[in-house]
């Protein structure tokens, strides 16, 4: 039975679902989920990482606060999240790419909180992964260090089961892929068989869960292109005041066969929304601009999919208020 194998069991075991023998487990508390997903993977000979403890200090200071319900910022991710969740599940996608036209959007930012924000739910299951191989920032986000990771698998080095980090705030739990350095080569990394491989093994033992993807920015490299036709849709982030309106559009081009399921305008002021009293930037989810309202409101969204040009189009005119 190959590794991987084990953690599907133990997965499945964890949320109650079919075994291999056809009869349901019982439902399991958080807790005693990741006790018995820990025993049956290091009885069955895959040594899994030990869990991280996440630091709600270290996550504040790097703008990452969705794990915590108190904090009223949490709040636009828990309705990115929900609204997400409805486009992917009606469409039965389970990898979702988040991306940017350049780097400085926040993009990781955004990843990382939409993944807490799921870990949150006890019905859901998260992966978050980093594959903006040439700027990583996930494990740096979330304030942990590692020895190997993305690239060690990619090379062969070691399995995506060693390289798979438990992390844990609270009891929230999520499981990160981290890329534990940069890479020059990264386009050639990105359109590989091993890329592929990989991708693919992440669907098969992943199945039930949500794999969120840190992908590249847009328009560095050829990175997020090459690897476009594997992932089944896209989180797009854009930065109010820095990104322009030609850069999205030339990303609208790349972008014109993969579903888009949001548009994500970042680090726009607002003053009169309570949900974001730090200057440092709003999480928020731009909407399609629609009627004027008297009262500015904290984040509203843009129609799933709708056609993706004239989504576009309308997040490119709501970028232009800024």
Partial sequence: MEPLEHIRQAVERAKGQPGSDGQPQPQLGPAQQQVQFRAHADNSGVSLQSDVILDAVHLESNRIISHDVMDQRSKSFDMLRTQVFQTMDANSWQLLGVTSPTPGCGKSVIAANLALSIARQPEKSVLLVDLDLQQPQVANHLGFKCDQGLISVLE???????????????????????????????????????????????????????????????????????????????????????????????????????????????????????????????????????AKRKNKRAPQSIAPQQKVASSFKRFVDRLARF
């Fill in 156 to 290: 062969g080095k070691s399995t995506l089961a060693r390289g798979i980090v438990p992390a844990r705030i609270g009891n929230s739990r999520l499981l990160v892929l981290p890329c534990e350095k940069s890479v020059i080569n990264s386009s050639e990394w990105m359109g590989s068989r091993a890329m592929g491989v990989l991708l693919n093994d992440i669907k098969r033992y992943f199945k039930a869960w949500t794999v969120i993807l840190d992908l590249p920015p847009i328009l560095v490299s050829d990175d997020v292109i090459s690897v476009l036709p594997q992932i089944d849709c896209v989180l797009f982030v854009a930065a109010a005041g820095f990104s322009t309106a030609p850069q999205i559009k030339e990303c609208n081009k790349h972008l014109e066969s993969t579903p888009v399921v949001r548009l994500v305008l970042n680090k726009a002021t607002d003053t009169t929304a309570g949900y974001y009293p730090y200057s440092y930037s709003r999480y928020g989810v731009s909407p399609a601009p629609q």
